[in-house]
């Protein structure tokens, strides 16, 4: 992965690892006001972005069809809480949330 990013703006550009010699492609394209990160979990990717969501929130998306248009939702957005960031393992993810002041880590399984 290589990411590119201003302070109001995220692009991810994605290569497939099994495969060395294959180019570079663009995950999602810039977007005025739009940030996302991005991790790789078995046959999807789960982003974390601001899109309609302050706070941030976690979407999912396909390996091929990574537009933003082919986003659709993870994980509840909750307004009162910052999503910090997130973790993939295996059979889980560990999202890491700032709500009232304190720090919480929420798990939750892969269905």
């Not at 994605?14 to 991790?39: K, L, M, Q």
């Not at 069809?65 to 295996?90: I, L, R």
Request: hydrophobic share 35%; net charge negative; aromatic share 14%.
């Amino acid at each position: 992965m290589i990411v590119s990013a201003k302070k109001t703006t995220t692009e991810f550009q994605i290569a497939d690892a099994n495969n060395p010699d294959s180019p570079f492609r663009v995950f999602s394209p810039r977007h005025e006001g739009r940030e996302y990160s991005i991790e790789h979990h078995h046959n999807k990717f789960i982003i974390r972005t601001n899109d309609n969501a302050p706070n941030f929130k976690l979407m999912q998306c396909g390996l091929e069809n990574t537009q933003f248009s082919d986003w659709t939702h993870f994980m509840d957005y909750d307004p009162k809480a910052y999503c910090e960031g997130f973790q993939v393992f295996d059979d889980y993810i560990a999202v890491e949330e700032r709500k009232a002041g304190l720090v919480q880590i929420k798990i939750l399984p892969f269905n």
